[in-house]
Structure formats: structure tokens, C-alpha cells
């Protein structure tokens, strides 16, 4: 929402002065907070877990998707980056590729990209073809006696290059997942609250349709403090629970973090920030798709609201 603006300061600053403590101690932010996401998410997205950190919410995500489905694999795109923590090295292709390689229980699906990808816009049906790439993976994958615990992407893949997903692709994705006994991750963390206009939330984008069933958010949940959610079912929170290993985050949630979460939401909504993306964004597009006209160094401009890709290219025939 803007560089030290003036309503997130003074949340922050007026609860400082009250109170900040250590989230074992219940408050009344938490809760309040955790109501206010609950009417921006699909009903059943109503178990909420407070974090630090984007890194810490996919971590947590990843616990939460094997306790539930006692499965250990993960399927992630190719070009992924999902976080700084062993964990989650392990799940970026963008990263381990450069480390210590792919481990036995990840598995790389094609990203969806209709513009540079396996499946493009003259294909009769991209969406298919690349949810039948997933489809394929989990195959090998119990043919190997191996068990698919989540497919885990962001609702619009970022590092991978500003990829907007053929719409339908998550609902055939989750599909494949669900009845392969793993559930559907959406990492928000870059693409959430209103980024990209039409919608608060980028899987929004696939349809009314696609629910996932653990949402990750961070970044711009907290306009630069420490602050990330994960956003989950009944059931798979219930399963987390049933070990008897409670999940607490010492600061997570804690009554400042929560001041500030509510402070943004106020301002994404008092200042229409979701209609400005949609402006903005479209007024973006119509001049960088001016540029491509002129420039055949520029092969495609692609994007939503604030979420924005030009693909520069060396040669418009390959």
C-alpha cells in the first residue's frame, strides 16, 4: 500500500504502546484479523495460522499437506521458487538446480505457458494437455510405489517468467491430485490481495469453481513487516492437531503484526486498491502492447492488474 504510509504507521504505532507480546497470550487483533481474511477467502479456507514469513507459511503449508495425506511427495513447476528454507530449496527448481539437484520425492510438471511452453496458443487444448502432464507424473510416480502428498504452485508463477495459467488448468490439476490422495497448494505470497484487480486472490482467476485447499500468503500481507498466513480446511487442520504436536509461532500473529494486517486491508480498501491495479494495469498493457508493435525484440506482453510479463525475445518465428 505505498512506502511508510501514514495509516499502517500509526496502527503500529498506537498498538506498541499498548501491548506486544509473545502469541501464547490471546488477543482480541488475532481474532479480528483472522475474521477480516475469512471474508476475502471461499468459506471452507477458514483455519488460520500467523507467521513471520512467506518462507514460513510454505513450510508450514508443506507439514500441514503431508500430516493430512501421510504422502511425501511433491509435484511443483518447472522454474519455482517457493522460499529460503531447506524445505523449500528442496521444492524450487530455480534453486536446487544450481545446488544439490532434485530430490527423489519432487517431482517437475511443465509451467503452464501458452506463449514459450510445451502447449501453446495454437494448440486445440493447452489446458488438458498440461493437467494430463501432471496427470502423467503422478502415474510414474505410484508405479515407483511413491505417494503424491500436494501440488504446490503460485496461482500466477513469477519467477518462471509472469505466467498466466490457462483458466480451467488448476480445476483438472486438482482433479488428478485429489483423487491421487494430495491436495492443492496456492502459494498468494507475490500474486495475493489485489494484485492482480479483477480479483483479491490470483487462483480466483481459474474460476468460482477452484478452491484450493491451503492457501500461503506474505509479502504484501503486512506492507513490509513481518507477517505471513496460511489459510487452510477444517479437516486438514484437525489432522494437523490429531498428533498432539501443536503448531506455535512465538511472534507469529502476535497483537502488532495483526494491528498492521488489519491497517492494510483497511487502506486496500478505503484507497480501491484493487480497482487501481485494474487501471493501472490495464493502461500498462495498452502502451507496452504499443512498444510491441514497434519492437520485434518483443514477443509477447502478458498479464493481469499489477501482475505484468514482457517476453523478450531474439527471433518472432522460433
Given at each position: 500500500?505505498?512506502?511508510?504510509?501514514?495509516?499502517?504507521?500509526?496502527?503500529?504505532?498506537?498498538?506498541?504502546?499498548?501491548?506486544?507480546?509473545?502469541?501464547?497470550?490471546?488477543?482480541?487483533?488475532?481474532?479480528?484479523?483472522?475474521?477480516?481474511?475469512?471474508?476475502?477467502?471461499?468459506?471452507?479456507?477458514?483455519?488460520?495460522?500467523?507467521?513471520?514469513?512467506?518462507?514460513?507459511?510454505?513450510?508450514l503449508a508443506l507439514r500441514l499437506a503431508r500430516q493430512y495425506t501421510k504422502h511425501e511427495d511433491v509435484i511443483v513447476l518447472d522454474h519455482a521458487y517457493h522460499g529460503h528454507l531447506t524445505s523449500l530449496i528442496d521444492i524450487s527448481p530455480y534453486k536446487?538446480?544450481?545446488?544439490?539437484?532434485?530430490?527423489?520425492?519432487?517431482?517437475?510438471?511443465?509451467?503452464?505457458?501458452?506463449?514459450?511452453?510445451?502447449?501453446?496458443?495454437?494448440?486445440?487444448?493447452?489446458?488438458?494437455?498440461?493437467?494430463?502432464?501432471?496427470?502423467?507424473?503422478?502415474?510414474?510416480?505410484?508405479?515407483?510405489?511413491?505417494?503424491?502428498?500436494?501440488?504446490?504452485?503460485?496461482?500466477?508463477?513469477?519467477?518462471?517468467?509472469?505466467?498466466?495459467?490457462?483458466?480451467?488448468?488448476?480445476?483438472?490439476?486438482?482433479?488428478?491430485?485429489?483423487?491421487?490422495?494430495?491436495?492443492?497448494?496456492?502459494?498468494?505470497?507475490?500474486?495475493?490481495?489485489?494484485?492482480?484487480?479483477?480479483?483479491?486472490?490470483?487462483?480466483?482467476?481459474?474460476?468460482?469453481d477452484f478452491i484450493p485447499d491451503i492457501v500461503t500468503m506474505g509479502k504484501p500481507i503486512g506492507n513490509g513487516h513481518p507477517l505471513a498466513c496460511v489459510a487452510t480446511t477444517k479437516e486438514i487442520?484437525?489432522?494437523?492437531?490429531?498428533?498432539?504436536?501443536?503448531?506455535?509461532?512465538?511472534?507469529?500473529?502476535?497483537?502488532?503484526?495483526?494491528?498492521?494486517?488489519?491497517?492494510?486491508?483497511?487502506?486496500?480498501?478505503?484507497?480501491?486498491?484493487?480497482?487501481?491495479?485494474?487501471?493501472?494495469?490495464?493502461?500498462?498493457?495498452?502502451?507496452?502492447?504499443?512498444?510491441?508493435?514497434?519492437?520485434?525484440?518483443?514477443?509477447?506482453?502478458?498479464?493481469?492488474?499489477?501482475?505484468?510479463?514482457?517476453?523478450?525475445?531474439?527471433?518472432?518465428?522460433?
Amino acid at each position: 500500500v505505498g512506502h511508510c504510509h501514514p495509516d499502517i504507521v500509526k496502527a503500529a504505532y498506537e498498538q506498541n504502546q499498548l501491548l506486544n507480546t509473545n502469541s501464547r497470550y490471546l488477543h482480541d487483533n488475532l481474532v479480528d484479523y483472522a475474521e477480516r481474511l475469512s471474508k476475502t477467502l471461499p468459506e471452507k479456507l477458514c483455519i488460520f495460522y500467523f507467521l513471520n514469513s512467506g518462507s514460513e507459511a510454505n513450510d508450514l503449508a508443506l507439514r500441514l499437506a503431508r500430516q493430512y495425506t501421510k504422502h511425501e511427495d511433491v509435484i511443483v513447476l518447472d522454474h519455482a521458487y517457493h522460499g529460503h528454507l531447506t524445505s523449500l530449496i528442496d521444492i524450487s527448481p530455480y534453486k536446487f538446480r544450481n545446488l544439490e539437484g532434485q530430490k527423489e520425492w519432487v517431482h517437475v510438471a511443465p509451467v503452464p505457458d501458452t506463449y514459450r511452453g510445451l502447449y501453446r496458443e495454437d494448440h486445440e487444448d493447452s489446458v488438458t494437455a498440461y493437467a494430463d502432464e501432471v496427470k502423467n507424473i503422478i502415474e510414474h510416480a505410484h508405479n515407483r510405489g511413491r505417494k503424491i502428498a500436494a501440488f504446490f504452485a503460485e496461482s500466477l508463477p513469477s519467477v518462471g517468467g509472469q505466467i498466466i495459467p490457462p483458466a480451467g488448468y488448476f480445476q483438472k490439476v486438482a482433479e488428478h491430485v485429489h483423487k491421487a490422495g494430495g491436495v492443492f497448494i496456492a502459494d498468494e505470497i507475490q500474486v495475493g490481495f489485489g494484485r492482480v484487480g479483477k480479483h483479491f486472490w490470483a487462483f480466483q482467476l481459474q474460476g468460482e469453481d477452484f478452491i484450493p485447499d491451503i492457501v500461503t500468503m506474505g509479502k504484501p500481507i503486512g506492507n513490509g513487516h513481518p507477517l505471513a498466513c496460511v489459510a487452510t480446511t477444517k479437516e486438514i487442520a484437525e489432522a494437523f492437531a490429531a498428533t498432539g504436536v501443536e503448531y506455535f509461532n512465538t511472534f507469529g500473529g502476535n497483537p502488532v503484526s495483526c494491528a498492521i494486517g488489519l491497517a492494510v486491508l483497511d487502506v486496500i480498501e478505503k484507497e480501491h486498491l484493487q480497482a487501481h491495479a485494474t487501471e493501472v494495469g490495464n493502461f500498462l498493457m495498452k502502451i507496452l502492447k504499443e512498444q510491441q508493435i514497434k519492437h520485434p525484440i518483443i514477443g509477447d506482453v502478458r498479464g493481469c492488474g499489477l501482475f505484468i510479463g514482457v517476453d523478450l525475445i531474439k527471433d518472432q518465428a522460433e
